[in-house]
């Protein structure tokens, strides 16, 4: 049998994240074999990974990578079961890993190959880990992109603009405003682009329930049916401005709206700017 040293358990637990006595053990169930000795201890690793696999991951963070050339972004979710874990750096290492393989071979969900990257973590932590969700945002010869992400990584946005030259872009005032837009989702999470972009049969469904709570308003009963069908187009335009980007007052002036922001920042760039794609992921949600 093949001596084991220390210098051999203290290279092959560097290696592999393993404890010393488990990294002894497998040296010396493999005679030595330092190769023979990874594979077992991997093995090992992958086999408390399933038995884990039930527990809880409410924690993790939001990975986004945006490619060199700026025509596509990946944002990625990673999920673990304790924020100790999502700070620590090799956790980091692996979102950015994960979303430059992405990027890489152009996946635009979760794969096999993506998901053995956090499964192999996982077995080196010895904690339950997912990879939750992956987006893709593709952008065009006139479109930029833009992230943010807030925090340790708990939110990240990318947003998409549109204009009328490519040029306009390289405009340092705007991007400043693609960024503050990015910033503006991660802050407000705005359900819609657009009005025309709510679902008709759900918009419907929320004016049913304000007539509803109409109904036993007491400010409200025995008024004339023109005046009440005016209070409830009111609510309605209020709701809708609260929930859709392009009404919602802009994050680094409320005065406006982030269309009128848009509209503005486009008059002074001399071309016209809009949002034509964005993503919001929250971990856990």
């Known amino acids: 049998m093949a001596e084991v040293t220390a210098a051999d358990v203290k290279k092959l637990r560097e290696k592999t994240g393993a404890g010393m006595m488990e990294c002894k053990n497998a040296l010396v169930s493999s005679d030595g074999d330092a190769a023979a000795a990874e594979k077992l201890l991997k093995e090992k690793g ?62 635009t969900g979760v794969t096999e190959e993506l998901s053995a990257m956090v499964t192999g973590l996982a077995a080196k932590i010895r904690e ?56 503006h989702i991660a802050a ?10 709510i679902d008709p049969a759900w918009l419907k469904e929320q004016e049913e329930i304000f007539r509803k709570q109409m109904e036993g308003d007491d400010s409200v009963k025995g008024k004339p049916a023109n005046v009440t069908d005016n209070i409830l187009k009111g609510k309605i335009n209020k709701f809708l401005k609260d929930i859709c980007l392009l009404d919602q007052g802009y994050v680094k002036d409320e005065k406006i709206s982030v269309g009128k922001a848009l509209e503005e920042a486009g008059k002074k760039a001399g071309s016209a700017l809009d949002i034509t794609a964005y993503v919001y992921y929250k971990v856990g949600s």
């Open 46 to 107: 992958l086999a408390a990974v399933e038995k884990r696999a039930g527990r809880s991951t409410n924690e993790g963070k939001i990975f986004i990578k945006i490619k060199e050339d700026g025509s596509r972004a990946v944002l990625a979710e990673i999920a673990c079961e304790t924020d100790f874990v999502a700070r620590n750096p090799e956790f980091t290492a692996l979102g950015t890993a994960l979303t430059e393989k992405a990027l890489e071979k152009g996946y």
């Open 128 to 183: 339950n880990m997912a990879l939750k969700r992956i987006a893709v945002v593709d952008a065009g010869p006139n479109e930029y992109l833009t992230r943010y992400i807030h925090g340790d990584g708990a939110i990240g946005v990318v947003v998409k603009l549109a204009a009328g030259e490519a040029e306009v872009f390289r405009n340092e005032e705007v991007k400043a405003l693609a960024f503050n837009l990015a910033l």
């Open 188 to 197: 407000f999470n705005p359900l819609a682009l657009s009005r025309d972009k």
